[in-house]
């Protein structure tokens, strides 16, 4: 795919990229880099929406806006122009001129053979902690499984589901489950750079704090989740200095320091 984009984009004169994740903000960057002028065209209400919440959307739009990057969110494509070749990307009230159009909106579970075999499934298969499905004997994992509500489509969640399902079919570990995915996100594109981890909301707000420092003129924006003295989640966008440290106390669960500014002032 990589290779197949480069080979359009070097006969491309103006670029339309589909789909504003991880992998939407990445192409466009890149194709920037080879000097398109490039719209990224995102459905959600800002881009990165799973990860970032819109304080920080924002500073990674201005830093996309800063690099040539043109964004609409909030719309998507009613269809493409052109007979042969695409010459034009249509919007509900715009039409996009474009030469080369990349799609990057994230995967969908294959559900089909699993309806008709009368499986529960939802958005994907629904399977358990110990991945089973409904039906006796039949389990799965990856992009096609929705646990406790969530199809990760992502590989680190698949790998770790695989790890548990091997322990359970080899007998090496009869009782083993998937204990759920506690999704870390980074992001280096060219001068952008962002890092997100642990839930993108502000956690229930009786038992979670929120401490945000946000600087435009810097393009940096810092967002700590704690519950008690534990940290939740985080972002990062802009200034990635403190992000060691930070995954580092998020993962080993430690406590807080007095001061929880204290682990992102360090950066500033």
Do not use: N
């Not at 065209?41 to 690099?67: E, F, K, Y």
């Not at 909106?105 to 939802?122: D, E, I, K, Q, W």
């Not at 091997?166 to 999704?183: C, E, F, I, M, V």
């Amino acid at each position: 795919d990589c290779r197949r984009v480069a080979d359009g984009a070097g006969r491309a004169g103006r670029a339309v990229v589909v789909g504003g994740g991880v992998l939407g903000v990445g192409v466009a960057r890149a194709l920037t880099a080879r000097g398109l002028p490039v719209t990224l065209v995102h459905r959600g209400p800002w881009l990165m929406s799973r990860q970032l919440d819109s304080g920080a959307a924002r500073i990674l739009t201005a830093g996309l806006a800063a690099l040539g990057v043109a964004v609409r969110t909030g719309t998507e494509v009613c269809a493409l122009r052109g007979t042969g070749r695409v010459t034009a990307v249509e919007l509900p009230d715009e039409a996009l001129p474009a030469s080369l159009v990349v799609f990057t909106c994230g995967v969908r579970p294959r559900t089909h053979l699993a309806r008709a075999a009368g499986l529960v499934v939802r958005e994907g298969i629904v399977v358990d902690d110990a991945l089973a499905t409904s039906a006796a004997g039949i389990h799965a994992i990856g992009d096609c499984a929705e646990v406790h509500g969530t199809v990760h489509g992502l590989s680190g969640p698949a790998w770790a589901q695989a790890d548990v399902l091997a322990a359970r079919l080899s007998g090496a570990g009869p009782d083993a489950r998937w204990p759920g995915s506690r999704p870390l996100v980074r992001l280096t594109a060219g001068p952008l750079q962002l890092a997100a981890f642990g839930p993108p909301g502000d956690g229930a707000a009786d038992t979670c704090d929120v401490l945000r420092v946000a600087d435009a003129r810097q393009g940096t924006y810092k967002k700590l989740v704690l519950r008690g003295d534990r940290l939740e989640s985080a972002l990062l966008v802009g200034d990635l200095s403190a992000v060691g440290g930070l995954i580092h106390v998020w993962r080993s669960d430690e406590p807080l320091p007095a001061d929880p500014l204290d682990l992102i002032r360090t950066s500033s």
